[in-house]
Antibody
C-alpha cells in the first residue's frame, strides 16, 4: 500500500519561507512523478507543482512560479516543496500526491501552512 | 490557469442518481482523455474515483461512472449512499504549457 506523509507546515510571516516534505513508502519512488496540490480555506483544490521521476522536469502553477521550488531525493523516497516569499494567499493545506499530468493517486493527509503576521 | 466549470452544488435522495458536469475547453477537457474525478470528504485526503475519463480504480464501486462529450466531462453516481456526500472535483491535463487544471468543486448533498 502506497503511503504519503507530509510534514513541515506551520505559521510563517508574510515574506517568509518554509520547506515541506513528503515521505513516501510502498512504491518504487524514483519512477513516479509526484505533485503538490493545495486547498485554501473555503476554496477548492489548486494544483501547485509536479516533478518527474528523475527530477529533471518540473512544472509550476503561475501563482507560485518563481517563489516555490519542487525537488525530490530518490535515495530517501522523499518529495520536497520549498516555499519562499510567502503571501497571505498561500495559506492552505498542502497535499502531496503520486502522479502528474494524468491524475493523482493516492494523496497524503496534508500539512497546513498559515501565512500571517 | 482557469478552473474548469462545475456546478457549486447538487443534491439527490438516497438511492437516486446524480450527475456532475465539468466544462472546459478544447485545450483541456476536449483535447485529452486525461480527465479524472476526486471525492473529498472535509478533513480527509482526496480520493481518486475516476481516471482517463471513465476508468474506475480498484476498490471504487461501479456506482461511479464517468463520460465525456466535447469539452464537457460528467461524473454520474447512481444508488446514492449517505457516504457519497462530499465535495467532488474534476481535473484535466491541459498540455505542456498550462499542464493541469482543476474544476472549482461541487458539493454533493444526499437527502
Amino acid at each position: 500500500e502506497v503511503q504519503l506523509l507530509e510534514s513541515g507546515g506551520g505559521l510563517v510571516q508574510p515574506g517568509g519561507s518554509l520547506r515541506l516534505s513528503c515521505a513516501a513508502s510502498g512504491l518504487t519512488f524514483s519512477i513516479n512523478a509526484m505533485s503538490w496540490v493545495r486547498q485554501a480555506p473555503g476554496k477548492g483544490l489548486e494544483w501547485v507543482s509536479t516533478i518527474g521521476g528523475s527530477g529533471a522536469r518540473t512544472y509550476y502553477a503561475d501563482s507560485v512560479k518563481g517563489r516555490f521550488t519542487i525537488s525530490r531525493d530518490n535515495s530517501k523516497n522523499t518529495l520536497f516543496l520549498q516555499l519562499n516569499s510567502l503571501r497571505v494567499e498561500d495559506t492552505a493545506i498542502y497535499y502531496c500526491a503520486k502522479g502528474g499530468g494524468y491524475g493523482f493517486d493516492p494523496w497524503g493527509q496534508g500539512t497546513l501552512v498559515t501565512v500571517s503576521s | 490557469q482557469s478552473a474548469l466549470t462545475q456546478p457549486r452544488s447538487v443534491s439527490g435522495s438516497l438511492g437516486q442518481s446524480v450527475t456532475i458536469s465539468c466544462t472546459g475547453t478544447s485545450s483541456d477537457v476536449g483535447g485529452y482523455s486525461y480527465v479524472s474525478w476526486y471525492q473529498h470528504h472535509p478533513g480527509k485526503a482526496p480520493k481518486l474515483v475516476i481516471y482517463n475519463v471513465s476508468e474506475r480504480p480498484s476498490g471504487v464501486p461501479d456506482r461511479f461512472s464517468g463520460s465525456k462529450s466535447g469539452n464537457t466531462a460528467s461524473l454520474t453516481i447512481s444508488g446514492l449512499q449517505a457516504d457519497d456526500e462530499a465535495d467532488y472535483y474534476c481535473y484535466s491535463y491541459a498540455g505542456t504549457y498550462t499542464f493541469v487544471v482543476f474544476g472549482g468543486g461541487t458539493r454533493l448533498t444526499v437527502l
